[in-house]
């Protein structure tokens, strides 16, 4: 065998012998969380003799702890011991201090000093003069008890009718404003601005005064029933104030009201 023939042979072996050597400490290479394993996974490295080592990233990664793996926790640096939800977050964590804890509020993102619901952390529904109108939908929120409320919950005189240009209080209306004279008895320290609106058929200054002539008139039969009339006030808003539509018949006839307000004193 030739000098060249016995070299060959001799670096192929040595060769074969530093492979086997890399393939037999397969399963003891480890570097910050890789693990050496296939040759067509993962990231890789020379190893001091020039050869290449390939480590594919752990499955089971979890840094903290806290049993959620490392691509879904959200918290990747929860204390030792900390009992975490479904995201790897402290469980007892509230992130907008409505109370209700991050795992079961359905708002988490309530502003500061909202009342919430106690189940869900969302704004609660919440009826504070307990008229049936919600707070967030009532723009007369301090209406008396045993009142009739329209859907804004403002206090209304119901079954008022006027004929045409009049304000003269017709025998049906009676009923309704006898009601409103008993609450006022009861609530002896309750002072009300009687309101007149108008739908929006004809002119301002035609509605404004109407409206006017219509207040005065449920404050005087007020005062008739024995409210006293320093309790009273009237005042005519004209088609300022609409709480439903004037494009319609319907919108217009529930315009056309009594309202009264009650009044700090």
Known sequence: MSILKKSMFLGAGLLLAVAGANSAMADSWSYKGWKQWHPH????????MGTQNYFPKKDNDDHDGDGVKDEYDQCPNTPKGTE????????NTDTDGDGVIDLYDRCPDTPPGTTVNPNDGCRAKIDSDGDGVYDEDDICPNTPAGATVNQVGCWVV????????EA????????SLNQVADIL?????LH???QGHTDILGDEEYNLHLSQRRADSVRNYLIGQGVSSDRLSARGYGFHRPVASNSTKEGRAINRRVELEPMQH
């Not at 975490?84 to 469980?91: A, E, P, T």
């Not at 003269?168 to 009923?175: C, D, G, L, Q």
């Not at 008895?185 to 320290?189: F, L, P, T």
Request: aromatic share 8%.
């Open 168 to 175: 003269t209080i017709k025998s049906e209306a009676r009923t």
């Open 185 to 189: 008895h009861k609530s002896s320290g």
């Open 84 to 91: 975490v939800d479904y995201r790897g977050c402290d469980i």
């Open 41 to 48: 996974q993962g990231g890789t490295i020379l190893s001091s």
């Open 192 to 194: 009300v601005e009687v």
């Open 158 to 165: 119901e079954n008022i009718q006027f004929d045409f240009n």
